[in-house]
Structure formats: structure tokens, C-alpha cells
């Protein structure tokens, strides 16, 4: 794949990254702000859920609390999605899991309950869209990864052709390259070069000298 394509894959991948946190920072401080309201003013959220009394007050308190605990494995999500995508999952299940729950429940209210069930409708709508929003990102961003993850071993394997290319190379330079001390012969018939004697001239035989004064001297 050609690099610009790779840097195209990444900045989508960031890009999908910075959508997650958006929308899950979001959807932490809608229901951090309904988990507080519920916990100190549980009086003033009593008619919304058609309850009473210390009894709904306990039970609005209990929503609040409950809420706070959802609210635990957002910050991983929120500070590095890519990373991780294990509780990124945590948080999408259980988004899926109070949106089956609340239309449940909602289903099988009888009639005579208008107040409770637009409270039901309102919260059944937040998180459709929450939920809606974090799987199309959480998709993508598993596809992505995915396709990242797939390009890099292809990079791997040929990096490793291409090491392995250049040390047959190199071997094959070092096999051809002659040994230290090796020489090369000479042809037959002649003599290695730096011997001169080859080139020198014929010694000529010189007569003895002999005196003219020797009796012995041949006319």
C-alpha cells in the first residue's frame, strides 16, 4: 500500500478516535449531571416517576447511584479509545443493555401511567441516539484497526524479503570476491611479473686473455 494511503488510514483512524471521545464525554457528563441531581434532590424528581414519599426518594437516590457506576469505565474510553477498545466495548454493551431494559420496561407499562412512560420515552430516546452513535464508531473503528493492523504485516513480510534479498546479496559478493592470499598464475610460458631475466640480453662467451709475452702462446 502506498504511503499516502497509509497516512489517509491514520488520520481516519484519529479522526473516528476524537468522534468517540466527543460523544462519549458527551453522554458522561448528560448522565453525571442526572446522577447528581437525582442524589441531591431526589423531592424535586418524584412527580417524573410518579412515586412518593421517603420510598421514592430512596428509589430516585438509588438511580443516581447507579448512574455514578455506569459512569466508571467512561474516562478510559474518553482518554484513549484506540487503546482501549476492551472497555470501549464495556461501554457500547452497556449503553445496549439500558436501552433493552428501558424498552422493556416501557412495553409492559400498563395504561394510566402518562407521566412515567414520557419519562421512560425521553430516556429510551437519549439512549437510542448514545447507542446509535457508539457502535457506528466502534465499527469503524474495529474496521480500521483492523485494515492498520493487516497493512502492517504486509510491510513486515516485505521488509523481511528485502533483508533477506540483501544477505543472499552480500554472501554472494563475499563468495566471489578471491581469499586473502590468493594469487593469480601466470600463463605457461611466461614468467611472473617483476622478473626481469627474460628481458636481459645473451651473455657472450669472452676468450681467455693471454700475454704476448707467453711462450705457450699459439701463433
Keep these: 500500500m502506498a504511503e499516502t494511503d497509509v497516512q489517509r488510514q491514520r488520520r481516519s483512524s484519529k479522526s473516528v478516535a476524537w468522534s468517540v471521545r466527543i460523544?462519549?464525554?458527551i453522554t458522561f457528563f448528560v448522565i453525571l449531571y442526572f446522577a447528581i441531581v437525582f442524589i441531591s434532590e431526589p423531592a424535586g424528581h418524584l412527580k417524573m416517576f410518579q412515586l412518593s414519599g421517603?420510598?421514592?426518594q430512596a428509589a430516585v437516590r438509588a438511580l443516581g447511584v447507579?448512574?455514578?457506576?455506569w459512569l466508571c469505565t467512561y474516562p478510559l474510553v474518553i482518554?484513549?479509545?484506540r487503546t482501549n477498545i476492551k472497555m470501549f466495548f464495556i461501554v457500547l454493551l452497556q449503553q445496549v443493555v439500558t436501552l433493552a431494559g428501558a424498552l422493556i420496561i416501557r412495553m409492559g407499562m400498563p395504561v394510566g401511567y402518562a407521566t412515567l412512560a414520557g419519562t421512560l420515552n425521553i430516556f429510551i430516546l437519549a439512549d437510542a441516539i448514545c447507542t446509535a452513535l457508539l457502535l457506528v464508531t466502534f465499527i469503524w473503528m474495529i474496521v480500521l484497526m483492523m485494515l492498520e493492523r493487516h497493512d502492517d504485516k504486509k510491510r513486515a513480510k516485505a521488509e523481511a524479503r528485502a533483508?533477506?534479498?540483501?544477505?543472499?546479496?552480500?554472501?554472494e559478493a563475499a563468495d566471489a570476491e578471491p581469499l586473502e592470499?590468493?594469487?593469480?598464475?601466470?600463463?605457461?610460458g611466461e614468467l611472473p611479473a617483476g622478473d626481469d631475466s627474460a628481458s636481459?640480453?645473451?651473455e657472450t662467451k669472452r676468450k681467455p686473455e693471454t700475454d704476448p709475452l707467453d711462450p705457450f702462446r699459439l701463433p
Design 66 to 69: 447507579a448512574m455514578v457506576v
Design 23 to 25: 460523544i462519549a464525554t
Design 181 to 188: 592470499g590468493e594469487y593469480e598464475t601466470a600463463p605457461v
Design 54 to 56: 421517603v420510598p421514592g
Design 163 to 171: 533483508a533477506e534479498a540483501a544477505e543472499r546479496d552480500a554472501e
Design 79 to 81: 482518554f484513549n479509545p
Design 200 to 202: 636481459a640480453p645473451p
